[in-house]
């Protein structure tokens, strides 16, 4: 199983005036991943209240979130790895794999054609936020042939895709975009999103293809969104 | 009695008045935390005259808050101070410029006696696969070597100093060694560095108290998207009809490739 970290970004701990000495006594005794979340109200409010002079019994305080900086305090949380992709109305169901990044800075693909690679530094499809991204070749050296990916073209929105995860269950998604782009003319920023909304986007390659480069000119790039009911 | 702090080098400790800090940050704000690396001192934390950390321990880190660009005026007293006219460390002035990302430190210099420093956190983006260690020395210790994996990585850092390394996200063993020194004063501990995050390691504490310990803070959200998904090879899926013997010749060198070509293993673990 894989950890991702988290960052301590992610979590607004704010602390509220006098509730401030129990919470950071709470903070500092939790160290891990069930420290309490307490959101401030509205961040606003405390610039509305009487500042007041430092005076013990009335003084009111600012929120300011407060953790141990300990190694052992570092939060990290289990991510629940995508195993296996299907979209059903192209026959494709594939096994996924945790990928990274190539030497040459590109997303890296694994080598046999029938297996997905996701992109383990982005959102998992488990995940409630942020774009989960599994590319496989539409043809490789490695498979001597096209793989399932090939007949990503086809799929149409409205389509379902299943995703199915390390820990047995499953997510469910419906194609929302199918396009086909120039690879110079694709935002991979746009695509590789960590946070908002939950996507899956499933990346193969299209277009022609230049044998002395040994590229294809396009990436196909399917996005589905969780399915609704 | 006023310094004017020099970011990254000299004396300094901040926190601000967040009655008048936004939630979200914007192109006029700093961002501000602040580690408090003195050992056995509970302290509260003045900013502009205001008490703004109550009975902050060590050990601990706040933040990071958003303010408004501009100076901040702090001051450290002892946790039962009544206000801050007899601060322990400070007062000092923080110069904090929009857009930018701080912490402050509470600490012991080289020799043992409590100070402050700002440093600036680097949050430009790191590389595709990439995180950032950043080490700073803190501790009441002369210079040190900052040793990753068993190596030395940093040599002769002295107190108030820092260094930043961009790697491959992963596990690093960080150890930290009394330069001249092999023998780890500090670790060695596993430090994540994960992708597309700051991870920034304080050594602490006082080498001749034998408290030294390691502070982490991290910043995230620096990371980039990969340049390109490569997820084909051969070109039979090209739109151009080609040719037969194009296709037959692409099968016959793929069939002749496939035993030649190994996929090359990533050894960095996941995180």
Redesign the interface.
Known sequence: M????R????VTRAIAGAA??AL?LA??ASGGTDEPTVQ?PD??S??T?P?TA?D?AS?????????????S??E?EP?VEPVGVAVPSIDVAIPVE?V???D????????QAEIGGW???GASPADDEGTAVI????????????GP??RLQDVQVGDPVEVSLADGTTRSFTVTEVRRSP?PS?Q??D??V?GGGQRLVL???????D?GA???SD?VIVTAEPRVG | MRKRLIAGTAAGFA?????????VADSHEAQLSV?HGVPGLTVDV?VN?????????P???????ALPAGTYTVAITAADA???SAPAIGPVDLPLEAGKNYTAVAHLDAEGNPTAALFTNDISNT???EGRLTVRHTAAAPAVDILAGGAPVLTDVVNGQEGVLNLP?GTVSAAVALADTTEPAIGP?D??V????NTIV?AWGSAADGNL?????????L??????????????????SSTPWVVGAA?L???G??FA?R?QT?S????
């Open positions: 894989s950890v991702r970290h960052p301590s970004r992610r401030l000495g950071l903070g500092c401030a961040p606003l405390s610039s209240s500042r430092p013990a003084r009111s305080l600012p929120d300011v979130p407060v953790r141990s900086a300990d190694l305090a570092l990290v991510v945790p990274g990044v190539q040459d800075g590109q997303m890296e693909i694994p080598p992109y383990r530094y590319a496989a070749h539409v043809d490789s050296i490695a498979s001597a042939g096209l990916f090939a690879k694709v991979w920023e695509v590789f960590r990346i193969t390659c299209g277009g022609t293809f044998r040994q590229s294809y990436n | 926190l601000a008045l967040s009655g008048a800090v936004p939630a580690l003045y005259g205001d008490l703004t950390l109550d009975d902050f321990e050990g601990d880190l706040a933040g990071p808050l009544a206000d801050d590389a595709a696969g996200a501990a430090v994540t994960a992708e597309g995050v304080y310990d390691l502070a982490i803070q991290t910043i995230d959200g990371h980039s998207a990969p340049a390109g998904v490569p997820s084909g090879e051969l070109g039979l899926a090209a739109q151009q099968l060198a793929a069939a490739v496939a070509v996929r990533v960095v673990k996941n995180d």
